[in-house]
């Protein structure tokens, strides 16, 4: 069984903010082995952000070398993938009625063709997708994890 995990699960576990246990799980089945993952290339451009802006090059190499230990296949963005987040941008909206953010769109193109069974996600802009693809966060539905946690801020240090 194979899953897409969003950036948001993967810095929300670096940053110990309010769910990360849960976030720890799923990361911990990835490098047991018992749960495949494929992210987006586009996501080493957020996973890595954070840790530019806070001139954290450490942080940052050792986030890499955790992704890179853990066998997390990493699918380019690649004509096919852009074709189909194109599609994906002007069918699919947010609760909010708007449409998906680029990157979004891009990770959720990248499930799809993946044909990946879950999309983990911390991100309730996803709970409309009406693509064939089971929208969750880790170790539940998105629905409970934004009542749960919420939109929480990312502590600044």
């Not at 952000?49 to 955790?66: C, I, M, Q, V, W």
């Not at 609760?95 to 991100?123: C, F, Q, V």
């Amino acid at each position: 069984m194979s899953a897409v995990i969003d950036s948001n699960v993967f810095l929300r576990l670096v940053f110990e903010e309010p769910g990360w246990e849960e976030c720890g799980r799923l990361l911990d089945a990835v490098y047991a082995g018992t749960q495949q993952a494929v992210i987006s290339a586009i996501q080493f451009s957020e996973l890595y952000t954070p840790f530019e802006r806070a001139n954290d090059g450490a942080t940052r190499r050792k986030l890499a070398n955790e992704i890179t230990k853990s066998r997390i296949k990493v699918r380019s963005v690649d004509r096919k993938v852009a074709e189909l987040s194109a599609r994906l941008r002007v069918t699919e909206k947010t609760p909010r009625g708007s449409w998906l953010a680029l990157a979004d769109s891009i990770i959720l193109a990248t499930a799809l063709i993946e044909k990946a069974e879950t999309l983990y996600t911390l991100d309730v802009d996803f709970s409309n997708v009406t693509a064939h693809i089971k929208i969750a966060a880790p170790g539940m539905s998105i629905q409970e994890w934004d009542r749960l946690y919420g939109h929480r801020i990312r502590k600044q240090g």
